[in-house]
C-alpha cells in the first residue's frame, strides 16, 4: 500500500512540472550564454520555485522570432513590447529590467549631434525596435530629414566588430550591452541615447501558456518589491560592474598624497591646539547664538514646504512625483481622483500597471520625456496627449521638472495642465471652418465663373459644361439641365447634364422645334412639355431619336434670349419625374444670373472672334513685311507654318496646340519690322556689331505681340526660335526641355527652310543636302541644336516633309 502512495505522488510531481523552451538571443551582461547571464538566472530561480521546468536556445533574434513563428520555441526574451508584435504574440506584464539604446562611434570619429550622421554608415541590428520600432533610431534619423545608409546585421557583436574594423561609423545597441562589451574593442560611447524600453518575455497565444507567465509575472514582482531578494543580488551580480568603473590611477596616487599631507597637518594642528583653543572658547558663544537662528530658519523652512505641500494638494491640476523607473513616491487628491484610485494605493506602484490601456503611447513618450529631462536639465511643458477615462477623452498638457527625493536620488516632479476645454474648441472651430470653406468654394467657383467673362475662352463646351453644373449644384432643386442655341434654321445643344448629349448634338434639330419665352423665365410640367414636342416635331424619327436622348421630368425651367440677330440661346433646368421638390425662387434667382452668364460668354466669344481674326491678319501682313526683304515672294513664312503644322501632328500634341503653331509660327520673324533696312538687305556676311543688332528680333517681336495670352504662343515662337537645345543659341542662352516646344519645332523648321532657299548671298540646297548637313552637322549648323525627337521625326518622315517644301515653293 505505501509502494502504490509513493508511485501516485511521484506521478503527480512529474505531471505538476511544466516544460517551456525560451528562445534567447546574446546580449551581455543580460544574456552571456545558454547557462549564465542576469536574465537566465532570475528565470530558472522562478522556474525552480513554481516546478517550471525550462529551457534555453541561443540564435539571433532574426532567427528566434521565426523559430517562434513555426512553433519551435514557446517564447523569446528580452523583448520590447510593441504594437505590431503585440498583434501576432502574447507578452509577459512584469519587465524584468529597464534599457535604452546607445549611439557608439568607430575610434577617430567626432560627432556633436545627431546632424553629424549625414551620410554615414549605422549598424543596426535587423529586428532590433531601436532601430524600426516607434521613436527608434530610423524615425529620428527621419524626422531630422538627413540621409543615412542603415546595414542591418544579425546581433550586437557584430556591431561592435564592424566599428572595430571601421567598416561601419557608427552603430546602436542596448546601454548594458555597451557597458559590458565596450572595453574588448576600439569603439566610443557617445552622449546621444533614446528610447527608453521595458525587457519582456514574448510567447506565442496560447491559454495555457498564459496561465505560466502569469504565475512568472506574480514571482518577478514580489522579488522586486523586496530590496534584499535574489533579483537585486543577481543585479549586482551582473550589472554594478558594469556600471562601476575602475578607479585610476592618478586617483589612487592622489589619495596617498592626500593621507601624508592629512598627517602633516594633524602635526602641525596639535602644535597650534593650545592657541586655539581660547579662539574656540570665544567662538562657542557666537556658534550656539548661530545655532539657534538656523533652527528658526529650520522651523520656518519646514512650515513653508508644508504650506507648499498643502499648495499641491488643493490644486485643481493632477500633480504627481515619480523615479526614473515609473514609481510613484506623491500624488495629490486632484491625480487620485481623475483616476478613481485611493491616494495610498497609488504611492509605490508602477505607472506601466495603472496606465496599461489608457495610453500605451503615453508611457512610451513619458519614459524618453524623463531620460532628457534629468540628463539635460529640462523642464516645462513638453507634450500634449489625451486619456480616455469612463467613455470621455481628456486632453492635458504636462509640465515637468527635476526634484531632490529624500534619499538623494533624482525624482520629476509631473503637473497636468487640463486642456479639453480648449481643445474641444479647436476641433469644434475646425469643423466650422469647413463648412465656411465649402461655402467659400461656391463662392470662388461663382467668382472664377464671372472671372472667365474677361479671359480668352477657347473650350466654349467645355466652359458651358462646368456653367450647367455648376447652376445644377447650386440649385435647390434642379437634378440635371441643358444649354442649347437656334441659329438660322438650326437648333444646336451646347451642353447637357443627366441628358445624353452626345446623341442631341448628332441629332439634325430644326429651329422651330426649341421652345422660345421671349427673353421670359418660363416653368412647364413634364406632361406640358412632352405635349409640346409631339406636336412641333415633323419628323417622326428625330423625335424618337429626341425623347430617348432626354430624360423625363416633372418639372423644367426654361429661358431664350437673342445674342445676335440670327441666334438664340435657351437655357433649361430640370426635376426628375420621382422627385418630391419643385423650383424654388432661389432656383430662379440662380437661373437668371447664369443665362446673363451664358449669352454674355456667347456675344463676347463672337466679338473677339472677329477682333482677332482681325489681329491675326494684320499680324501676318507685317509678318510678310519683314520676310520680304529676305524671301521676296514671301513663301517662306506659309511654309514654315505648314511645316510646322506637319511636325507637331507627328510629335502627337494636343490639337489646339498644333492649331496654334500652324496659325502663329509665320510670324516667328515679325521683329525684323524693327531691324534696319541697311543691314536687313545687306548681302555679305553681317559683322559682330550688325549681327548683334539683328539678334534683337527675337525681342522686338514682343512689341507688336505684347503680353495678350491669345498671342502667348506665338510670342514663344518669336523670341525662342534662335534658342539651341544643347544651349549657346540667343537671347537667353536656353537648353533642353527650358525652350517651348513650339519655338523648337520652328528652329528646326527654320534651319531647314533657310538652307533649302536660294537667297542674294548663297544659292539654294536640295533637300538631301540639307538633311545631310541637319542630321551630320557643319560649321553653320550641328545635330545637338535640336530636340532628338525632332530630329527623328525629320529623318522618318523626310519624303512628305520634302513634298510640303516643293508645294510652297516659288
Known amino acids: 500500500m505505501k509502494k502504490l502512495i509513493f508511485l501516485i505522488l511521484i506521478i503527480i510531481f512529474n505531471i505538476s512540472i511544466f ?39 541561443i540564435d539571433s533574434q532574426k532567427n528566434l522570432i521565426e523559430k517562434l513563428r513555426n512553433g519551435e520555441i514557446d517564447a523569446i526574451a528580452p523583448l520590447a513590447r510593441t504594437p505590431e508584435r503585440e498583434k501576432e504574440f502574447d507578452f509577459n506584464k512584469e519587465p524584468l529590467f529597464f534599457e535604452w539604446a546607445v549611439l557608439y562611434v568607430r575610434e577617430g570619429l567626432h560627432l556633436n549631434s545627431i546632424l553629424d550622421l549625414k551620410n554615414l554608415k549605422i549598424g543596426v541590428m535587423k529586428t532590433d525596435v531601436f532601430y524600426t520600432g516607434e521613436n527608434g533610431i530610423k524615425d529620428i534619423i527621419d524626422d531630422f530629414k538627413i540621409k543615412v545608409n542603415f546595414v542591418e546585421l544579425d546581433s550586437y557583436e557584430e556591431i561592435f566588430e564592424l566599428l572595430d574594423k571601421k567598416k561601419i561609423d557608427a552603430g546602436v545597441v542596448p546601454r548594458f550591452f555597451g557597458l559590458d562589451e565596450e572595453k574588448f574593442y576600439n569603439v566610443k560611447k557617445t ?14 497565444k496560447d491559454n495555457n501558456l498564459g496561465k505560466y507567465f502569469d504565475l512568472i509575472d506574480k514571482e518577478l514582482r514580489l522579488l522586486k518589491e523586496d530590496n534584499n531578494s535574489y533579483y537585486y543580488k543577481m543585479f549586482n551580480k551582473y550589472f554594478e560592474p558594469v556600471v562601476r568603473k575602475e578607479t585610476p590611477e592618478w586617483v589612487k596616487t592622489f589619495i596617498i598624497f592626500g593621507l601624508i599631507l592629512i598627517v602633516l597637518i594633524i602635526s602641525l ?93 503615453l508611457l512610451e513618450d513619458s519614459v524618453i520625456e524623463d531620460i532628457e529631462v534629468i540628463q539635460y536639465n529640462k523642464k516645462g511643458y513638453i507634450n500634449t496627449f489625451d486619456v480616455i477615462m469612463d467613455g470621455k477623452t481628456y486632453y492635458f498638457k504636462d509640465y515637468k521638472t527635476i526634484i531632490n527625493l529624500n534619499n538623494g536620488e533624482k525624482g520629476i516632479l509631473v503637473l497636468w495642465m487640463d486642456v479639453t476645454e480648449n481643445i474641444e474648441y479647436q476641433k469644434k472651430l475646425e469643423k466650422n471652418n469647413v463648412e465656411l470653406e465649402k461655402i467659400n468654394e461656391k463662392l470662388f467657383e461663382m467668382i472664377n465663373i464671372v472671372n472667365m467673362l474677361g479671359t480668352n475662352i477657347e473650350d466654349l463646351y467645355g466652359y458651358f459644361d462646368y456653367l450647367l453644373k455648376f447652376a445644377i449644384k447650386l440649385s435647390d432643386s434642379a437634378d440635371y439641365g441643358s444649354i442649347s442655341i437656334s441659329r438660322g434654321k438650326e437648333w444646336k445643344f451646347i451642353s447637357a447634364v443627366g441628358h445624353d448629349i452626345n446623341v442631341l448634338r448628332e441629332l439634325k434639330l430644326k429651329s422651330e422645334y426649341m ?26 424619327e428625330t423625335k424618337n431619336k429626341f425623347f430617348k436622348a432626354i430624360k423625363k421630368t416633372k418639372e423644367i425651367m426654361i429661358a431664350t434670349t437673342g445674342i445676335s440677330k440670327d441666334r438664340i440661346l435657351s437655357f433649361a433646368l430640370d426635376i426628375d419625374i420621382n422627385s418630391q421638390k419643385s423650383f424654388t425662387e432661389n432656383d430662379k434667382l440662380i437661373f437668371k444670373a447664369f443665362i446673363n452668364i451664358a449669352k454674355t460668354i456667347l456675344s463676347s466669344k463672337m466679338n473677339i472672334d472677329v477682333v482677332k481674326n482681325a489681329y491675326l491678319n494684320f499680324a501676318n501682313k507685317l509678318a510678310l513685311i519683314a520676310e520680304t526683304h529676305d524671301d521676296i515672294t514671301g513663301q517662306h513664312i506659309y511654309r514654315v507654318g505648314e511645316l510646322s503644322y506637319y511636325i507637331a501632328q507627328k510629335l502627337g500634341l494636343p490639337e489646339d496646340k498644333i492649331l496654334e503653331i500652324k496659325e502663329f509660327s509665320p510670324l516667328h520673324d515679325i521683329g525684323k519690322i524693327f531691324i534696319p533696312l541697311e543691314i536687313l538687305n545687306k548681302n555679305s556676311r553681317l559683322t559682330d556689331e550688325e549681327f548683334e543688332i539683328m539678334k534683337k528680333h527675337t525681342i522686338y517681336a514682343e512689341r507688336l505681340l505684347g503680353n495678350d495670352p491669345y498671342f502667348e504662343t506665338a510670342l514663344k515662337i518669336a523670341l525662342y526660335h534662335h534658342e539651341k537645345y544643347n544651349g549657346g543659341g540667343y537671347p537667353f542662352n536656353l537648353k533642353g526641355n527650358q525652350i517651348p516646344i513650339e519655338a523648337q519645332i520652328v528652329s528646326l523648321v527654320d534651319v531647314y527652310d533657310a538652307l533649302r532657299s536660294k537667297r542674294p548671298y548663297k544659292d539654294a540646297l536640295s533637300h538631301e543636302e540639307v538633311m545631310k548637313i541637319i542630321l551630320n552637322g557643319d560649321d553653320r549648323t550641328s545635330p545637338k541644336d535640336f530636340n532628338p525627337l525632332l530630329l527623328d521625326i525629320l529623318k522618318k518622315y523626310s519624303e512628305e516633309i520634302k513634298k510640303i517644301y516643293n508645294t510652297f515653293s516659288d
Open 191 to 204: 552622449s546621444m541615447i533614446f528610447k527608453s524600453i521595458g525587457g519582456y518575455i514574448m510567447y506565442k
Open 269 to 361: 594642528s596639535y602644535v597650534y591646539s593650545k592657541l586655539l583653543k581660547v579662539k574656540i572658547k570665544s567662538r562657542t558663544h557666537l556658534l550656539n547664538e548661530t545655532l539657534e537662528k538656523l533652527k528658526e530658519n529650520y522651523n520656518e523652512l519646514k512650515s513653508s514646504r508644508n504650506l507648499i505641500e498643502e499648495i499641491v494638494e488643493l490644486s485643481p491640476n493632477p500633480i504627481y512625483i515619480k523615479t526614473v523607473d515609473q514609481k510613484i513616491r506623491f500624488v495629490n487628491t486632484s491625480f487620485a481622483k481623475f483616476l478613481n484610485i485611493e491616494k495610498k494605493d497609488l504611492i509605490g506602484k508602477d505607472l506601466f500597471d495603472i496606465f496599461s490601456g489608457l495610453n500605451n503611447k
Open 19 to 57: 516544460s517551456i523552451t525560451i528562445g534567447l538571443y546574446k546580449a551581455p551582461p543580460i544574456v552571456i550564454d545558454e547557462n549564465s547571464g542576469f536574465f537566465n538566472d532570475i528565470l530558472k530561480k522562478i522556474a525552480d520555485n513554481n516546478n517550471i521546468q525550462l529551457k534555453f536556445v
Open 515 to 540: 421652345i422660345q419665352t421671349g427673353e421670359e423665365l418660363k416653368i412647364f410640367t413634364g406632361e406640358e412639355l412632352s405635349n409640346y414636342n409631339n406636336m412641333i416635331f415633323d419628323d417622326e
